[in-house]
């Protein structure tokens, strides 16, 4: 009987990964690569506990209602998340948390998180110092997502200028702070929602001759905006951007975010020595705080999902992959760990049947393709 199975595995090899997929050992088993800087993440220091903080922070997020009284989640066992973490409700002012989350992106081969801002004083303002020292501590290095609300009237080009002085002037000399060595080695942001600013008005900071412009100035920096929808070539030309990239998680949702327009984006940022970061996921699922939008829902399809975005990635060549993301839970895009779990009459997500690091593991395993075409 024994060597009946074996026969079998050598005429149907594909039964072999189909197996080795359900017990999830088919990435589990490589080596992890060493952190890449060309491998970004995106990572959320938002998340708060009563341990650390006296309350729940985002575990607690609001639901998004169109209609009726606004509601929250409480927290703890019942979250404002389609999935829940290994960790639990987590906080990133815990020390232990964070040595985890940078032993997971070691894992994972990702070698900068790209850490939400939404200004000073902010909780995640406060969070950087020690994302800072337990980052470096592990090799990991940190650049910034910054947020559409840094000031009580929005975001507009001076308060992102301001922004970067304070930044750069804070943590410049961190070993964590990322530079793109190959762009002078200087820092790197990225815009969330760039295009809700006119181009004219981002010029006067990032072109050489705005009148408050950063370049050539030591808060010179590569200005990495969103790419939304079709046509918006003027929008970074006329703006003075270094490069763009596309976030969103769900095929289709933007142009930006379908993969099947990356190899003309691409093409489009080469001709124009601008920087291309096409953006990968794991899957969308946000109905918990926002129930009205199932129909951005992207299923993981027990990885399927996740595979189709890194090789459409790397299809293409880019210099750098970003990944949406690596904990943002309410949009159920993570990669860190998740496991199964049921509140009441609600049953969380989970990856089975693959492994709660699969998608660690994933990661390092689609790092391995890029890196070996450089």
């Known amino acids: 009987m024994k060597k009946s199975f074996l026969r079998l595995f050598r005429l149907m090899p594909h039964l072999g990964v189909v197996w080795a997929a359900l017990v999830g050992i088919d990435s589990q088993s490589q080596a992890a690569p060493e952190p890449s ?14 341990q650390t903080g006296g309350d729940y922070v ?11 009284p606004p509601r929250s989640f409480p927290g703890g066992h019942d979250i404002g998340a389609n999935f829940y973490p290994s960790l639990g409700c987590y906080s990133n002012n815990d020390e232990a948390t964070l040595v985890t989350h940078m032993k997971q992106l070691k894992q994972a081969g990702v070698g900068v998180i790209s850490v939400s801002w939404w200004g000073k004083d902010s909780f995640t303002d406060k969070a950087l110092p020690l994302l800072f020292r337990v980052a470096g501590e592990h090799g990991i290095k940190i ?7 840094l000031g009580p009237g929005g975001r507009n080009a001076t308060l992102v200028r301001e922004g970067l002085v304070y930044l750069i002037d804070r943590y410049g000399a961190e070993t964590a702070f990322y530079r793109d060595l190959k762009r002078g080695n200087r820092p790197m942001i990225y815009l969330y929602d760039s ?3 006119k181009a004219d008005e981002w010029s006067t900071i990032l072109a050489p001759g705005g009148s408050d412009t950063i370049r050539g100035t030591p808060y010179d920096t590569v200005v990495i905006g969103l790419w939304v929808k079709a046509k918006e070539e ?22 930006g975010s379908t993969p099947s ?11 124009h020595q601008l920087l291309f970061i096409p953006c990968v996921a794991p899957g969308y699922k946000d ?5 009205w939008n199932g129909r951005n829902t992207r299923q993981r399809e027990q990885g399927a999902y996740y595979d189709r975005m890194f090789e459409a990635a790397i299809r293409i060549n880019p210099e750098l992959i970003a990944i949406t993301s690596f904990n943002e839970w309410h949009e159920g895009t993570q990669i860190e760990p998740a496991i199964p779990k049921k509140e009441g009459d609600y049953q969380y997500e989970d990856y089975l049947p693959r492994p709660s690091e699969w998608y660690l593991n994933r990661t390092a395993y689609w790092l391995d393709k890029f890196v070996s075409l450089k």
């Open 261 to 271: 327009n990356w190899s003309t984006m691409q093409a489009w940022a080469l001709e």
């Open 37 to 50: 800087q060309n491998l970004h993440a995106f990572y959320y220091p938002w998340y708060g506990n009563p």
């Open 234 to 255: 003027r929008f970074f030309l006329d703006g003075h951007f270094d490069g763009f990239y596309t976030y969103f998680a769900s095929d289709g949702f933007t142009y």
């Open 58 to 68: 985002q575990w607690n997020h609001a639901v998004a209602v169109r209609q009726g």
């Open 143 to 149: 650049n910034f997502h910054i947020e559409p609300h």
């Open 287 to 291: 109905t918990r705080i926002r129930p």
């Open 195 to 197: 295009y809700l600013t």
